[in-house]
Structure formats: structure tokens, C-alpha cells
């Protein structure tokens, strides 16, 4: 279908100082927990997005320096030449797409430990870290400056022999050297660059036209620039615009957004698409140089109200590119609601925070582009006539039927629930999670467009149904469910809970079951050990439905498995600002009618707690029943015809919504496939260790 000329004007092209964005389509910097140290992942998932008509994309946070060293993630690097060829890998798959290569230059001053480099962290005044790490950054005297210069200049000239279109520099997520400059909280320097704002900008404009003058013949030079610090000192119409103001005319870009990472990568739960508006409209209004900024857009009427209304000129994205890198080619084909929208639950931050490959709740193939070979939007012909049967449309379900659909499989879906979706259904109903429902709705739609589907809600089936209808392959997605008697990480046994003791699980609450002898406003206990966010969430819709809750939990903080996804320090902030009685490090010992013991994790010290009841989010159970049933009537499945059974999600081991679209991709993916062999995927492995070895060995 030929695109909606509504949408027009997001393909016109965009000059960027002496270079041309082919559309206003612009992958903004973001890390991907591949980086330097899964460089052919890093580089495939990059082109990819090329593919997928993004005009411009950028690598992540790149160090340009030893003393700033993020050992332990994997982000890119320019310290030398010997970091080249792997930025050469991405450029050229970027431009073999037609895409323009941005690199993000960065010295990262009081945020890097050095943990590798053991080098002293540098920052404008002698100061503690922002690490945990028990180490200070020393003042940089004079000299240190001109280094920082020279080493920022010299990593500019590599990015240009490297090929790259757009060189960045970079003062945002209060994170890196030249926007610690800028902050007096912590610059303190009484000499030209501390003191005044123009003082404190001096570094920032030194760099800037130093870049331009060593790269700029050939290269943009975007600046990155926290318009906006969310509950910090910089503010939009403060000196967030005072800098703007004075540097306004110098980089060939502007790329704004807010401080801090948090506030930048909102979730849904905390903010809607398009939040950051408010604080880089003014931006446009002062510079004549292109602006581009982000908010998560996944809609393209969004986008183009952005531009018509003068906030934008480029649609910044990392997560809506990350979902779906052909989101571009998507608008451009006529085919919006193909468009995989990003839901903004932020597990992609989760995998740069535990340094591995970047993975995406609604996107499967992300970060597998490379080392499994998956193509977004192209999966290989099926492999058989077979029919397959898939039991269970929990996000696990649905995207392996979609999937084996897409490779030709005639599937059918059967779902016991009347509703498809699974636990994706019912968490999506919970306060913050609305946009959840996208792993469903993208899924309902493009299974309601195949011929090759039938879906049957309401269909409960046993395994004499299963035997019966004698499907070749049979897929179960049964999903789990939750525990309600309070084992979990810190109790691995039962604990003692008397018979008239009120137990609620989470399961009835996610289900809107009645609460059974439960008064209106009840004190409630919500005790969580499952540490990710779905305890803070009905914590939440208690205290919304009227109950009082007290929130216990056996870590030292509120969910901190969320600290990946961004959100930690904003649910507990939620929490108490609810006026919930938070407990941590704590875990429950007992529970009695109307009472429940807690004990302290360190101390084994006892409380007691009057409640009415108590909720348990700890852990669930696999809904496996039916996959044993099956499995033991091996000679009943033969007869059947039934070649395989296979358990996939959360009913195989519950995990993340994220890790139960992957299973089901996973599985569609391998029927009938050539065996990749006992590891699955490609490794990076060859360091060249073993030619070396090969070499000594051999006396040359
Ligand atoms: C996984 C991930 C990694 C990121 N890494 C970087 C980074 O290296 N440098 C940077 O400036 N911003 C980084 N960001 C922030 C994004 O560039 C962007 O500003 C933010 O996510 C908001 O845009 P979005 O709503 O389109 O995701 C990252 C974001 C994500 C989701
Ligand atoms: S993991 Fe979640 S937030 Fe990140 S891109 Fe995917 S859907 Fe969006």
C-alpha cells in the first residue's frame, strides 16, 4: 500500500551540517549490552535498523578514554586504533542500507569507577564518584583539560577514519564530564571554567568547535543536551535555556532531552508517550539548527504533529526502534498497524544494566540478529506440512502461533480463558500497565490477518481433547501461576500459616476474583519476594481500591530487580507517597489469623503485625499438568500421530513477559529447522588467541 500522505512529511530529507538525513527518522544513542564485546551482534543489530529506514543511527555512549572506563558494561570504545575495526563493522552495515552513522563520543568524568583501567576518575573538583565504588575523581588542573580536549579531538578524527557521518558530543543523563562541568553541584573550580554559567559552559563550547574544526568538513557535529534536570538544578526555563541561548548556532544538531536516565527512558507506568514535550519545545525557537528529541513515539501522527507544530525536526527514538526497527519502512509502506509499538517497560535497559545482549519484551529477535540469525520481519518458509496446536495465547502462545504462521504453518490456537492474552490480559489491567496490552493487540491483529489461523477462546482442553484431534506438533503454553503460600527466595520451605490464617494470591487479584470475607477497608500485607515490579503494583491497587498495606519485603529496598528497568527509586517513592507502611529487609516468618510475624533478614529479630490478610508475591508454579499427562502416554501420543510435545513460557519455567515471547518465537523458529548444534547460537569468540597459540606452538 503507497504510505498516507498524512505522513509525508516525516520522509522528507533533513540537512545536517554538511550531511543529509535521507528522513526525519533518527535512532538517537543507545546502549545495547553488546557494544565492544559482541561487536558482529552490536553491528547486525545496528543495520538492521538502517534496513528498517531509520535516516541516521548512532552507537551508543562511546568512551574516548581510559579514565573513562565503564568496565563491566559493554558499550563502545575509541580509546585507540585498535577499537576501529569495530566501529568500521557498524558503519558499514549502517550505510550499506543508506543510513547516515552517528557515533557517541563521551567522557563519562565522576560516573566511571575506571574498574579495569584502575586509573583515578577525573571530575571538575576532587569529589566522591557517583559509583558506589569507595573511590574519589581528583579536581583536573589545567593540564588535564587540554587532555581531555586533545583525546576528545583525536577520538573525533578516528570516528571520521572510521567513516562515521555524525559525531557526537555529549552533556546529558548527568552523567558525563562536560555536564558535570556545567552542574555547580559539582563543579566547585574558581578558575575560567568554574563560577559563572559562561565559565562552566566553557569546556562544552571548547570542544564543540574544536570537533567542528577537526571533523566538521566532512561530519556533523550533533550536540546531546539535558535541556532539563527532573527534580535536579537544571530547568528548561532556567540555565537549561540560558546554554541553549549561548551555544545555539554551534553544533549542526540538537539533540535535547531531560536528565536523568530515568526521567529520558520514562516507562509507561510512570509517563505517557511524547512527555518530554514540554521541556525542548523551546529549543526550536532559538536555534536554526535541526532539533531532534524523544518520547518514546510510536504513533506517526504523534510524530508529524511533532513537526507541524514546530517542537521537532527529527523523531528521536531508542525504545520505538528497538520494538521495531522497520518502523520507518512500516509508515512508509502504508502498513501502520504492523507497527510493533514499544510497550515502555524498559527490560532493554535491563540488559545494558547486566552487561548482555540487548533483549525487548515485544521484539524477539532483538539482539539475536547476528548470533541466531532472526530478521525482524523475515522468517524462513516452514519446514513441513504438519499442523500445529497451541495451547495457551499468553504472550508465549500468541507469538509462536504468529510466528509459525508467518513461516506458512497451518496452527491452531486454543485458549482456555474467553479473553486471549494471558497473563498480559490481567496485568495490563493493573495500575501504569495499560500499554502492556500491546504484546496482545500487535499479535490479535496480525494473527486476525492470516488464513492460516483459527483461534478457539473459551476451549479448555484435556489431553484426551489433545489426543484426539491428533495434531502432528503439539505446542503448550499453559502459563503458571502464583503461589500463595508465601515460598519463595528467602523461604525455600513452607513457613507455618495457620488453617484460618488469610491467604490472598496474587492470581485472585490479577483475576478480580472476590476477595472472600475480606471487608472494605481491610489492612493488608503485600509480601513481596518475587523483588520485580508486580507487588508494587497491587500494593497500588490495594491502597486504590481502599485497603490499608503494609509492603514487606525480605532485599534492602523496595523491587530492586527494577533498578534495571529505570524504575526502583520511582515505585518506592510511589509507595510512600501512598502512604504505604514499607518494610524491607524483612522477611515473613508466620502467619496467624489476623497476625503475621515478620523477621529480620540479618538479625532473625521478630515483629508482629496485626492484618487482616496477607497477599504472598513470591513465586509461581508452572501450569505443567497437562504437559506431564501427555508426556507420560508416549505409546497413546504415537498412535496419535503426535510427533512432538513441547512446553514453551511460563509453563515451562516462569519468567519474564520478555522471555516468554522469545519462547515462543524460539520454538517457531526451530520446528522443522536445521539443527543449530548444542549451544543454538553463534559466540564472538575469536580473539585470535588460539592462532597465536597455533603459531608459538609451531616455532613461528
Ligand atoms: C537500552 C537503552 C540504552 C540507552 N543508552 C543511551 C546511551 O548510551 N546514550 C544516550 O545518550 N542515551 C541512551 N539512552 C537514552 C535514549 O537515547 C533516549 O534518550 C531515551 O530512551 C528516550 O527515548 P525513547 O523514548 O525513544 O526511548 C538509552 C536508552 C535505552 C532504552
Ligand atoms: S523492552 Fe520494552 S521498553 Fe524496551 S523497547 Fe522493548 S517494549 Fe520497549
Avoid at 528498517?52 to 551508543?60: H, K, L, M, N, Q
Avoid at 562541568?181 to 573550580?189: E, G
Avoid at 529520558?264 to 528529541?293: C, H, M, N, W, Y
Amino acid at each position: 500500500m503507497p504510505r498516507d500522505p498524512r505522513y509525508d512529511i516525516l520522509f522528507e530529507p533533513v540537512e545536517i551540517g554538511p550531511v543529509t538525513a535521507r528522513n526525519r527518522f533518527y535512532q538517537v544513542p543507545h546502549c545495547n549490552g553488546m557494544g565492544f564485546r559482541w561487536p558482529r551482534s552490536m553491528a547486525a543489530m545496528r543495520a538492521m535498523k538502517a534496513e528498517g529506514g531509520w535516516a541516521v543511527v548512532c552507537t551508543e555512549e562511546c568512551e574516548i578514554h581510559p579514565t573513562s572506563d565503564l568496565s563491566g558494561f559493554a558499550l563502545m570504545r575509541l580509546w585507540d586504533d585498535s577499537d576501529l575495526p569495530t566501529h568500521e563493522l557498524m558503519v558499514e552495515g549502517v550505510h550499506a542500507h543508506g543510513a547516515l552513522a552517528g557515533i557517541q563520543l563521551v567522557h563519562n568524568g565522576l560516573s566511571s569507577p575506571n574498574r579495569m583501567s584502575r586509573l583515578a576518575p577525573l571530575g571538575p573538583s576532587p569529589m566522591v564518584i557517583k559509583d558506589i565504588d569507595p573511590i574519589q575523581a581528583r579536581a583536573m588542573d589545567k593540564s588535564d583539560i587540554r587532555d581531555l580536549r586533545r583525546w576528545h579531538r583525536e577520538a573525533a578524527l578516528r570516528a571520521k577514519r572510521a567513516g562515521y557521518d555524525i559525531v557526537y558530543v555529549y552533556a546529558a543523563h548527568d552523567m558525563t564530564l562536560l555536564m558535570h562541568f556545567l552542574l555547580s553541584r559539582y563543579n566547585q573550580r574558581t578558575d575560567e571554567y568554574g563560577g559563572s554559567l559562561k565559565n562552566r559552559v566553557r569546556l562544552i563550547r571548547e570542544i564543540l568547535e574544536e570537533t567542528k574544526e577537526a571533523v566538521g568538513d566532512t561530519c556533523a557535529v550533533a550536540f546531546r543536551f539535558a535541556v532539563h534536570e527532573v527534580g535536579g538544578d537544571l530547568a528548561y526555563d532556567g540555565e537549561g535555556r540560558e546554554v541553549v541561548d549561548m551555544l545555539a548556532e554551534l553544533p549542526d544538531l540538537w539533540d535535547v532531552n531531560v536528565s536523568a536516565w530515568e526521567d529520558d527512558s520514562l516507562t509507561s507506568r510512570f509517563g505517557p508517550q511524547g512527555s518530554q514535550e514540554d521541556f525542548v519545545a523551546f529549543v526550536k525557537q532559538i536555534t536554526t539548527k535541526p532539533v531532534v528529541g524523544v518520547g518514546r513515539f510510536t504513533s506517526p501522527d504523534a510524530m508529524v504533529s511533532q513537526i507541524r507544530r514546530g517542537v521537532l525536526d527529527l523523531i528521536g527514538a531508542a525504545r520505538p526502534s528497538i520494538a521495531d526497527p522497520f518502523l520507518p519502512r512500516k509508515i512508509e509502506e502504508g502498513r501502520i498497524e504492523d507497527i510493533r509499538e514499544c510497550i515502555g517497560c524498559n527490560i532493554c535497559t535491563t540488559a545494558d544494566y547486566l552487561a548482555v545482549p540487548m533483549r525487548c519484551t515485544q521484539n524477539p529477535t532483538m539482539g539475536e540478529e547476528w548470533r541466531r540469525g532472526w530478521h525482524p520481519e523475515r522468517i524462513p518458509a516452514a519446514g513441513s506440512d504438519d499442523a500445529v496446536l497451541v495451547v495457551g495465547a499468553g504472550p508465549a502462545g500468541l507469538e509462536c502461533a504468529l510466528a509459525l504462521a508467518d513461516r506458512g504453518y497451518r496452527v491452531t490456537l486454543a485458549e482456555a480463558r474467553a479473553e486471549l492474552g494471558g497473563r498480559v490480559l490481567l496485568e495490563s489491567r493493573l495500575p501504569g500497565l495499560a500499554e502492556w496490552r500491546r504484546v496482545i493487540d500487535h499479535r490479535l491483529y496480525r494473527l486476525s490477518q492470516k488464513a492460516n489461523v483459527e483461534t478457539y477462546p473459551a476451549s479448555r482442553l484435556s489431553a484426551d481433547d489433545i489426543l484426539d484431534f491428533g495434531f502432528p506438533r503439539v505446542v503448550l503454553a499453559t502459563g503458571a501461576r502464583w503461589r500463595a503460600d508465601a515460598v519463595g527466595r528467602a523461604n525455600r520451605l513452607p513457613i507455618p500459616i495457620a488453617d484460618d490464617a488469610t491467604m490472598i494470591s496474587p492470581d485472585a487479584i490479577l483475576t478480580g476474583a472476590p476477595l472472600d470475607g475480606l471487608a472494605p477497608k481491610s489492612r493488608l500485607l503485600v509480601y513481596d519476594d518475587d523483588l520485580y515490579y508486580l507487588a508494587g503494583v497491587i500494593a497500588e491497587k490495594l491502597v486504590a481500591d481502599g485497603h490499608e498495606v503494609v509492603f514487606a519485603t525480605p532485599a534492602p529496598e523496595v523491587s530492586p530487580w527494577t533498578h534495571g528497568t529505570l524504575e526502583q527509586a520511582k515505585i518506592q517513592a510511589r509507595l510512600l507517597t501512598l502512604g504505604i507502611d514499607v518494610r524491607c529487609a524483612r522477611s515473613l516468618a508466620a502467619v496467624a489469623n489476623g497476625a503475621a510475624t515478620l523477621a529480620c533478614v540479618y538479625t532473625g529479630a521478630r515483629e508482629s503485625l496485626a492484618i487482616d490478610a496477607v497477599v504472598p508475591v513470591t513465586a509461581r508454579l508452572p501450569n505443567d499438568a497437562l504437559h506431564q499427562a501427555l508426556t507420560a502416554r508416549a505409546d497413546d501420543l504415537a498412535r496419535a500421530g503426535i510427533r512432538s510435545v513441547t512446553a514453551i513460557g511460563d509453563c515451562h519455567a516462569p519468567a519474564t513477559i520478555a522471555a516468554a515471547v522469545h519462547a515462543g518465537h524460539l520454538y517457531a523458529r526451530q520446528l522443522d529447522a536445521p539443527d543449530p548444534g548444542p549451544i543454538g547460537f553463534r559466540r564472538e569468540n575469536d580473539w585470535g588467541i588460539g592462532a597465536a597459540r597455533n603459531t608459538a606452538a609451531n616455532g613461528s
